[in-house]
């Protein structure tokens, strides 16, 4: 456990740039934090969701760029993105974010195209099933296959595993169970803004609750009951933070001051450190959830660490 303190005078002073600002305003007016507020919000979005439901189609601008063939792995199909210009040495295998209740969504699908281009990567990026629909037990499985079959096809050396988000988690939670079954592993594993604990039992995000635009304890809790279903929420299956750190590969970790995945991300590097597991960790001082996502300046530079960690890994 960590302990937070919110806004001190160091995160004060490194005040975002005005386009950070301007994406975070951006996105703070689409009201997740408010639906965030109550299970009862998060039951209330998720049939909203399930009424608007759409096929997924992969963006015009990714095909322009990319070869995208697609193959069921379980129930879940999982996009196989290649760059056509280039040979790709590097393997990415992208796990969406979206608090295990939102579809993939444009961003990634760009994310995933700067990938193809700029390390250059073949990227693979699972469509996985949400909740209520879905839950820990068979996704962190499902997860874990596409992982070993893709370390299988291109070469554990090749491969690197990443995650924002609830992608994170599933990332870690997917590596955690190869590690546990003794199968090869991942060169590396980058998490952004990832969400470790669904049991949200780090004292310390009273504090960054207060500080974080987008999230709020009461619907996280809802979501992570869902998601656990039979489960206990402190299960390594569905909060990866208590699971096998011991052997992991070398990890980069990205996360904000201002968001609630930081007691988590500090709780993993701290202990995996201590574990003697290579650990990569970049605090943006008062960021938010996924900077390293976005359009800003501060996100193309978290991108373009990220591009160099994939590059290493081919």
């Known amino acids: 456990m960590t302990e937070i303190r919110p806004d001190t005078a160091d995160d004060r002073r490194a005040r975002p740039g005005l386009r950070m600002r301007a994406v975070v305003a951006l996105l703070r007016a689409g009201g997740q934090r408010r639906m965030l507020g109550s299970a009862e919000g998060v039951h209330a979005a998720l049939v909203k969701r399930d009424r608007k439901a759409k096929p997924v189609r992969v963006p015009g601008f990714v095909h322009k760029a990319a070869s995208v063939m697609c193959e069921d792995v379980g129930s879940w199909p999982v996009y196989r993105v290649t760059p056509n210009a280039v040979a790709a040495d590097a393997t990415v295998v992208f796990m969406h974010g979206g608090g295990f209740i939102g579809e993939v969504k444009r961003p990634h699908w760009s994310f995933v195209r700067t990938l193809n281009i700029s390390v250059p990567a073949e990227c693979v990026m699972p469509v996985y099933p949400l909740v209520p629909h879905a839950h820990a037990i068979e996704m962190v499985a499902t997860a874990a296959e596409v992982l070993a079959r893709t370390i299988e096809r291109r ?112 709780t993993l590097v701290a202990r995996a450190r201590t574990e003697g597991v290579d650990v990569d960790y970049h605090e ?5 959830h996924n900077y390293a996502l976005m359009p800003t300046p501060e996100g193309h530079a978290a991108t373009g660490v990220i591009i160099d960690a994939c590059r290493r890994a081919r």
Not at 284 to 288: K, Q
Request: charged share 20%.
């Open 284 to 288: 943006g001082r008062g960021l938010v």
């Open 155 to 266: 070469g554990a050396e090749k491969t690197v595993v990443m995650g924002n988000s609830a992608g994170a988690g599933l990332a870690l939670a997917a590596t955690q169970a190869l590690l546990s079954r003794g199968e090869p592993l991942p060169a590396r594993v980058v998490l952004i803004s990832p969400w470790l604990d669904l049991s949200l039992s780090d004292p310390g995000l009273g504090a960054l609750a207060e500080v974080d635009p987008f999230h709020q304890r009461p619907g996280l809790v809802e979501i992570g009951r869902l998601y656990a279903d039979e489960l206990d929420t402190r299960d390594p299956r569905v909060s990866p933070l208590f699971g096998l750190v011991a052997g992991l590969p070398p990890l980069t970790v990205f996360c904000g001051t201002r968001e609630m995945a930081l007691a988590d991300a500090r």
